[in-house]
């Protein structure tokens, strides 16, 4: 018979909730199921997936909690009169945040009602290629039938299962953000870049707070890491940035405990953890107590209970996530993927937003425009934060050879950090060039504060095919950070010193 | 009328939890009897579009910020008109299709019911003047 609906999006995150709304713009049938599965500490939380509930939001409004920490600390040298030490209570903040992102579940909840998008709130699974059968929480079964359906159900974090009493006693970042009392002495291992931007903001509240890493910072994420070689992200394999922002960390108080891996976490009589780990550089073995073991191992697509066997469904056989081509139609006619789930894509909202965005145009609105996954810009939201748009440079060399670019960098220091005596050390930039012909830009790297605004304006120069001529006759804006990256003009090639000189 | 028909459907839902523990009224002693909290669609039918009085409703959240202010100023207001007119406070987590059904989009959302029927509404905080103001267009009318 026929279908139910012209659309079934499975995953009411970034992805789903774009791809739904956009497709019913063009007055088709469309449903979202949205589920979501505790955590093992039994966590759960409402509509909009990870960015908005234990993702890119709450770790924001974090971070800013620790940010204005810092500002405060800076007021002094400014003249405000602030009685040192100033403390932070946990729970103010955590229910601040909470409230906001419930606020963002009620409101994604509106608008599939004014897009006249149908809402069901359970676990689907397919039962064939256009059937999709759930519970509802009063136990209901109910049967949705599509003609095209989108997998959307994103990722949720992997717990070490090697390691004793990791899911007994360990939380994630699905439980972090969703706590009332404060985590307190927090360890977390290992290095990835939810475990930095977790381990800095905890740090900036005023946590002790220790980041244990196996081996080179961003190391294990970028092994780990599944976005394919040709899209490489900015940020993987940047040894350079990673350690400058962990040297930054170190230097605010965030503890390393560098080539070292737990092996056991057992609970004590108190309630406290005693994590036990070994030291591969000492060949001996260590332990310490702490209040919470945030795990931060990376993130396991959510297909568990999809059945994608029972339909065809490929997945990559190492990391689980299903394989899509470039308009990220999977192995089986009419069923789709986008975000997180898929293989070889960014775990980025707004590529999964655009991604589910077009897809529905291509399907509904006979528009052939494809993703484009090319130079997007992103940062990472640790104290000091790391902005980036196009190539790292080690994946520069690769494409082109290190022959052919050239590498502009510069550390410099924020006017904002003068007065405050704050450490401006880590603070650099760097621009990938073509070398030859009209030496197009082919990434910039920025560390320091506001990275994410800095870096954003800049992309859309790299977009339209921005040279560094180009870069150079752009006038900069005096006196920022940004107008720095105008400036840049000494080459790593020419071994000369890049460090801050004066105005 | 639309309403109505709208929350038999409503009704066909499983619907009935366990009542909560402390119990449908709240308040102070004077707004105890005239404000409760609805717990599902069917209570809604019962005690706000079956009321013989006028009832106001009001559509809040736990995280809504705004909401804490309004609600108990307009208890109080309400708890003052002495029965001649209720408030149901209606959670829109705990009964998120019921908002949906009204059109609720921001809070808080305070509806004027009379016989089943919105007569009256508005959207956000409004001062003590105002509020009067809005019950007596609901007693008076």
């Not at chain 1, 970042?173 to 291992?189: A, H, N």
């Not at chain 1, 997180?340 to 999964?352: F, H, S, V, Y």
């Not at chain 1, 528009?367 to 130079?375: F, T, V």
Request: with cysteine; net charge neutral.
């Amino acid at each position: 018979g026929k279908n139910e609906y012209d659309l079934l999006v499975i995953g009411g995150g970034s992805g789903g909730l774009a791809c739904a709304k956009e497709a019913a713009q063009f007055g088709r049938k469309v449903a979202v199921l949205d589920y979501v599965e505790p955590s093992p500490p039994g966590t759960t939380w409402g509509l909009g997936g990870t960015c908005v509930n234990v993702g890119c939001i709450p770790k924001k409004l974090m971070h800013q909690a620790a940010l204005l920490g810092s500002a405060l600390k800076d007021a002094q040298h400014y003249g405000w009169n602030i009685s040192q030490p100033v403390h932070h209570t946990w729970s103010v903040m955590a229910q601040s945040v909470q409230n906001y992102v419930k606020s963002l579940n009620w409101g994604h909840r509106v608008q599939l009602q004014e897009k006249k998008v149908k809402y069901f709130n359970i676990k689907g699974s397919f039962s064939d290629p256009h059937t999709v059968r759930g519970l509802t929480k009063a136990g209901k079964e109910t049967v949705v039938t599509a003609d095209n359906i989108v997998i959307a159900t994103g990722g949720r974090p992997k717990y070490p299962m090697h390691v004793a009493g990791a899911l007994e006693y360990g939380i994630t970042s699905d439980d972090l953000f969703w706590l009332k009392e404060s985590p307190g002495k927090t360890l977390t291992p290992f290095v990835f870049n939810v475990s930095l931007e977790c381990a800095g903001f905890l740090t900036g509240i005023g946590l002790d707070t220790t980041v244990m890493m196996r081996s080179v910072p961003l190391r294990g994420f970028d092994q780990a890491s599944h976005i394919s070689k040709e899209n490489q992200i900015c940020f993987t394999t940047q040894q350079q940035m990673a350690s400058l922002v962990t040297e930054h960390m170190e230097s605010y108080g965030t503890k390393f405990l560098k080539r070292c891996f737990p092996t056991k976490v057992e609970k004590l009589k108190d309630n406290r953890l005693q994590v036990t780990w070994k030291n591969a550089d000492l060949g001996t073995e260590e332990t310490d107590s702490f209040n919470t073991v945030l795990w931060a191992v990376g993130r396991a697509p959510d297909i568990k209970t999809l059945n994608l066997e029972t339909v065809g469904v490929k997945t990559n056989s190492e990391t689980g996530k299903i394989i899509v081509d470039a308009s990220e139609a999977t192995s089986v006619p009419h069923i789709y993927a986008v975000g997180d789930i898929t293989e070889g894509r960014p775990e980025l909202t707004p590529t999964a937003i655009a991604a589910g965005k077009l897809l529905a145009q291509r399907l509904f609105g006979r528009s052939s425009e494809l993703m484009d996954y090319d130079n997007v810009p992103t940062t990472v939201f640790t104290p000091l934060e790391y902005g980036c748009v196009g190539l790292s440079e080690e994946a520069a060399v690769q494409r082109h050879g290190s022959d052919n670019i050239e590498v502009y960098h510069a550390y410099y220091k924020p006017l904002e950090f003068t007065v405050a005596e704050r450490d401006a050390t880590q603070c650099y930039m760097k621009m990938v060039c073509l070398r030859e012909r009209e030496q197009r830009i082919l990434g910039l790297h920025f560390i320091g504060p506001n990275a994410g605004e800095v870096i954003q304006g800049f992309a859309l120069g790299i977009k339209c095919g921005a040279t560094y001529p180009q870069m150079m006759k752009t006038v900069g804006i005096h006196p920022t950070c940004a107008e720095e990256v105008t400036k840049l003009h000494i080459t790593k090639r020419s071994g000369l010193d890049a460090t801050v000189t004066g105005c | 009328m639309a309403q109505r028909l709208a929350l038999q459907r409503l009704l066909s839902l499983p619907t009935r939890g366990p009542l909560a523990a402390h119990g449908r009224a709240l308040g102070t002693s004077a707004g105890r009897r005239s404000t409760f909290n609805v717990q599902d669609g069917s209570d809604f039918q019962d005690r706000v579009l079956n009321s013989p009085k006028p009832v106001v409703v009001d559509f809040h959240a736990q995280w809504c910020g705004p909401c804490k202010i309004l609600g108990p100023r307009l208890e109080k207001l309400v708890a003052k008109l002495e029965g001649k007119v209720l408030m149901a406070k209606v959670d829109i987590d705990d009964n998120t299709d019921l908002a949906i059904e009204y059109e609720v989009s921001a809070v808080p959302t305070v509806l004027a019911m009379k016989n089943g029927d919105v007569v009256d509404k508005f959207v956000g905080i409004k001062d003590e003047d105002q509020l009067e103001a809005f019950l007596k267009k609901l007693i008076g009318a």
